[in-house]
């Protein structure tokens, strides 16, 4: 249960308790016919008005969202209370003469109706309670609780009547308590913000609340019998009682000339809650609509209603040219002749331009409409114009210059709104786009070999990173025979998608044709009749394959095209550049002749580099190339370290030197240390 809700059950249960308490003391105690025990009545009475005001107060402030609902409840409450009063006054005047038995009965039913009179009453004014504190803009507490106050002092005062002389502090009281309602009857700011059928309703009931209360009034001043009730059940709720009544015919005479007053302006009201009311249905729809052309819809039917006018449509603009998008009680043909007719008119990129039917016809030369006239609004997002919004008028009544504001301000939301649907849309083709780099991720990830071959001769380490999500780099390992490693490092032109789909083709080329030609220069030149139905005329591959002998640690490889193979041996670092040629850029027989074949006796503790264009082009924020020869430093100073830690030195500093820029092209790095 929530704490309000524990609040509001804990001031009724004191209003029940202290209620059951009044009933029985006037049960007991009918007659009250010495000071302490009228005394203790009144103070019975004033703690049951207390505690139920303060629970009415928190019932009623969860309904003040609705003032006609609570305004309605009052007349009801009023009619009650007219017809309790009737019955009341008839009864007492038909049971005066009864004996003491019948009289138990009838003091039970007076007490009874009397406190039915006292909860209609703490109603009413918790409900003008509330409606005083609608919608004011400033605290205005004092004058109420003032009021309250010397309501508080009326009640009270009314013991001054046992002495004569002390009479005029009751009168005084209850005059000021009158002034206090007059003043405080007069904030009725919630009406401004009735619509104009509200309005006439409320003119209406105004009326008859009015009359109500006067003649609930009039009941207890003219009606002896009543009156007497009344002041025997508690002189000091009498005065409450008539207080309250006053309180309605006056409230509701103001009410009745106030909204008679704001009926002239209902309509313009009316508008600006409409358009209030839109904004707020673009406002939801800009974070719940991402498509396009449902939000071009919503916004042209959204446009005739804050715009007063027969029908909409809307433009935006793609390249030079512009789109119509959506159009609301108009023929696409028709409104596309506007669009091209009116669109040029240099009056259009700034604010909003109205065509009245002369120009329509004279200027525009469209005589097939029957429109008086068409509002134009550009739709701007960060002062650029991104389209138009139009709505048109069947009837004479032209836009005046709030409703041009008005058709500016909604046109402003709706480029705003039409502008996060492309950027949304844009959004959701960026992530179906990611979503296909991870496939081609998981791609590339399953074509780099999953673990380094192991061998007591040779000691290799591999690195792969991609410059964008994924890369067309590629290096790959062949166990040719017990005692033959193939490999490979390979660089596809380009990046991305497309290099890595190249790549995938090349690695199962690689595998196939590795285990049928041993000879490494054989092998590329196969390889190169093998891509040329694949690769297209601007793409190309550069490569180095190589094959060492675990037995003899002879090494013999070819080079396509690819950057020079680094040999550091005894301490010396020597870049090996035999002549050849990329795959892709020659089909001729003559490929084989551009490849030279290189041999070489690796010694203990060689090591042989190969690696792609990514780490000798790595560039600065001065543009600088990492070069080879830092690239060759580096081997030499770490020559002694294991091949990981040559490795993260050549990283290392390859990060260090393109600190402040990106990495622009993909980084692969295969290392062999015979042992």
């Known amino acids: 249960m929530k704490f309000s809700d524990i609040k509001l059950a804990h001031k009724l249960e004191n209003s029940i308790l202290i209620s059951i308490l009044l009933i029985v003391y006037n049960l007991v105690f009918p007659v009250r016919s010495t000071l302490v025990l009228f005394l203790i009545n009144e103070f019975l009475v004033f703690g049951v008005l207390y505690f139920l005001f303060n629970y009415m107060n ?78 004011q803009t400033k605290d205005r507490s004092t004058y109420f609780n003032t009021m309250i106050i010397f309501f508080c002092l009326t009640f009270f005062s009314d013991f001054s009547r046992i002495n004569l002389s002390l009479d005029y502090a009751h009168d005084a009281f209850y005059v000021v308590s009158i002034v206090l309602i007059c003043l405080n009857s007069l904030k009725v700011s919630w009406i401004a913000f009735l619509t104009k059928r509200q309005k006439t309703y409320l003119l209406f009931i105004s009326i008859v609340l009015s009359v109500l209360f006067m003649v609930n009034y009039s009941l207890i001043s003219e009606s002896n019998s009543l009156r007497t009730s009344l002041n025997s059940f508690s002189s000091g709720f009498y005065s409450v009682y008539s207080l309250v009544m006053i309180y309605g015919i006056i409230y509701f005479g103001i009410i009745f000339f106030t909204t008679l007053f704001h009926l002239p302006t209902a309509e313009a009201f009316d508008r600006k809650s409409e358009e209030v009311s839109s904004l707020i249905d673009l406002t939801n729809l800009i974070t719940q609509v991402f498509d396009f052309k449902e939000l071009a819809d919503s916004v042209t039917s959204i446009t005739t209603k804050v715009c007063n006018s027969y029908a909409a449509w809307l433009v935006t603009k793609k390249g030079n040219d512009y789109e119509l998008n959506s159009v609301k009680n108009i023929a696409y043909v028709d409104a596309d002749k506007i669009v091209k007719n009116v669109i040029q008119n240099e009056k259009l990129l700034d604010n909003v331009y109205i065509l009245n039917y002369d120009e329509l016809k004279k200027d525009f030369n469209i005589n097939s409409i029957d429109f008086r006239s068409i509002a134009i609004a550009p739709l701007k997002v960060h002062g650029e114009v991104k389209g138009f919004l139009f709505a048109a008028r069947k009837h004479d009544v032209n836009f005046d210059e709030e409703e041009k504001r008005s058709i500016q301000a909604f046109a402003y939301y709706a480029a705003v709104a039409l502008e996060n649907a492309k950027l949304i849309a844009e959004s959701i083709e960026k992530e179906r786009l990611e979503k296909e780099l991870d496939v081609a991720r998981d791609i590339q990830r399953r074509i780099l070999p999953n673990k380094i071959p192991s061998s007591q001769q040779l000691e290799i380490s591999a690195l792969f990173i991609p410059a964008f999500e994924v890369g067309g780099d590629y290096y790959d390992f062949f166990e040719l025979d017990e005692n033959k490693l193939g490999f490979v490092v390979a660089d596809v032109s380009g990046k991305g998608i497309t290099a890595a789909f190249i790549m995938a083709e090349i690695k199962g080329i690689f595998e196939s044709l590795s285990k049928i030609f041993l000879k490494p220069s054989e092998l590329l030149t196969n390889v190169n009749n093998v891509l040329k139905n694949s690769l297209d005329k601007k793409s190309f591959v550069t490569a180095v394959y190589g094959v060492i002998d675990k037995q003899n640690g002879i090494l013999n490889f070819v080079r396509a095209g690819h950057p020079p193979v680094i040999y550091c041996s005894q301490n010396k670092v020597v870049r090996l550049l035999p002549s050849g040629l990329g795959l892709g850029l020659d089909y001729s027989l003559n490929y084989f002749q551009t490849l030279k074949e290189e041999q070489i006796q690796l010694k203990k503790g060689d090591i042989i580099v190969v690696y792609s264009d990514g780490i000798p082009e790595a560039k600065n924020a001065n543009y600088e190339d990492f070069g080879y020869e830092r690239f060759e430093k580096i081997i030499q100073r770490n020559c002694n370290k294991t091949l990981d830690e040559i490795s993260n030195e050549i990283i290392k500093e390859l990060t260090i030197f393109s600190k402040d820029n990106t990495q622009h092209d993909d980084i692969t790095l295969v290392l062999f240390r015979w042992k």
């Not at 019955?87 to 009838?106: A, D, G, P, V, W």
């Open 58 to 135: 928190i019932f009623v402030e969860s309904k003040k969202e609705f003032p006609l609902s609570l305004i309605l409840k009052v007349g009801v409450l009023s009619a009650v209370m007219f017809f309790i009063s009737s019955f009341m006054n008839s009864f007492l005047r038909n049971n005066q003469q009864e004996n003491f038995q019948t009289n138990i009965f009838n003091s039970l039913i007076s007490i009874l109706m009397n406190y039915v009179f006292i909860v209609v009453v703490i109603y009413i004014l918790s409900t003008f309670r509330i409606l005083f504190f609608l919608r």
